[in-house]
């Protein structure tokens, strides 16, 4: 799991450039969008590639369970998740956004 610690922020080039997640040795996890005011939070469990996300706190009300994959290499982080809570976990990483380590 430690490979996935710290503060990601999303490249430059994408849907959201700037939102970030920050991921903690506690299991907890915080993210914003700053250009919509978007802030969540909750957990999150790291299995092999498999990342489940358990959002309990979000701007627009999106809570619930984000099943999703990763890969980390060197200061950039791919990740991908389901679009909608309880969604099933994507099958691979060709849809992945790219986020940078600060």
Request: aromatic share 12%; glycine share 12%.
């Amino acid at each position: 799991m430690s490979e996935i610690l710290g503060k990601w922020i999303q490249a430059e080039g994408q849907s959201f450039p700037g939102l970030w997640f920050e991921f903690r040795n506690d299991g907890s996890f915080t993210a914003e969008y700053e250009p919509m005011g978007i802030k969540s939070s909750g957990t999150f469990e790291i299995d092999g590639e498999n990342i489940t996300m358990q959002q309990t706190e979000h701007t627009l009300g999106f809570i619930g369970e984000f099943k999703g994959l990763f890969t980390v290499e060197k200061n950039q982080l791919k990740m991908v998740l389901a679009s909608n809570p309880g969604g099933a976990r994507p099958a691979d990483l060709s849809e992945a956004r790219i986020y940078i380590k600060e």
